[in-house]
């Protein structure tokens, strides 16, 4: 049975690699509204949890798998777009070692959203396009992905478990 494609959004697109990463960013977009438009702590704390838990998973995803990939077909395409990553980075490891109910963890938190709302933004206006008229084949690296995030939900759910016990 193949179930690499199908219509509802839910499996891996792999011949369409980029579509996953939108779906990614678009649910982040949803979450920053949820969090701007709350006047509820518990909701804000609980829509900047999940951000960070997708972003985090969202940039391991795209710093190890489908970055290195395009940097081997046309490196000019990527450092900026790396670059980026480095900075939001080094504030998700420090937002980790803080707790979000820290009076300096919201406006960091903010800051980093700031930058990685504009950074998408720019994927999606200039990158993937770019890629786009390139005529990569998106197929092997969108195999790859799907490995990598096939094997990122296993790892995690190995730690839920663990650590509900
Ligand atoms: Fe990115
Ligand atoms: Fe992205």
Redesign the pocket.
């Given at each position: 049975m193949d179930t690499t494609t199908n219509d509802s959004g839910s499996a891996f697109p792999v011949d369409r690699p980029v579509e996953s990463?939108i779906r990614?960013?678009n649910l982040v977009r949803t979450l920053v509204e949820t969090y701007r438009n709350s006047d509820s702590d518990a909701v804000k704390i609980n829509a900047a949890e999940q951000i960070l838990m997708l972003m985090e998973t969202?940039?391991l995803l795209?710093e190890s798998v489908f970055y290195p990939a395009v940097r081997e077909i046309d490196p000019t395409l990527i450092g900026h777009f790396e670059q980026e990553h480095q900075k939001t980075d080094q504030i998700l490891v420090e937002l980790k070692r803080m707790s979000l109910n820290d009076p300096q963890a919201l406006p960091l938190f903010e800051q980093l959203i700031e930058l990685h709302l504009q950074?998408?933004e720019e994927?999606e206006n200039q990158f993937f396009p770019r890629l786009e008229q390139a005529g990569i084949d998106m197929m092997p690296i969108g195999l790859q992905m799907q490995a990598f995030e096939a094997n990122m939900v296993h790892v995690q759910a190995q730690a839920t478990q663990q650590g509900a016990r």
């Open positions: 990463l990614d960013h969202h940039s795209e950074h998408v994927e």
